[in-house]
């Protein structure tokens, strides 16, 4: 199904995810955001990601992340320019 889809996506991805690093996690209600940093690599360049606010959310019983649009767009582009 959708993780199958999901993990041959992120193989193919042109940038890796290098490291990362939570700076604070806050709920509200239902909603909870976690604000990181992130560190891409693609083609021997990095960009680092700053103040990153992701979304977690959950789905029958399982935790998911929705990370920034931001982030997806840098990571399938692998732009670092």
């Known amino acids: 199904g959708g993780g199958n889809a999901y993990r041959d996506w992120l ?11 939570i700076e604070s996690v806050d709920r509200s209600g239902s909603t909870v955001t976690v604000t990181l940093s992130a560190t891409l690599v693609s083609s021997g360049k990095s ?3 700053e103040e990153e606010k ?28």
């Open 54 to 81: 992701w979304n977690l959310y959950q789905e029958n019983g399982v935790w998911r992340i929705k990370p920034s649009a931001k982030f997806l767009e840098q990571f399938a582009a692998g732009d670092t320019e």
């Open 11 to 21: 193989a193919k991805a042109p940038a890796k995810l290098k490291k990362w690093q």
């Open 47 to 49: 960009v680092k990601l």
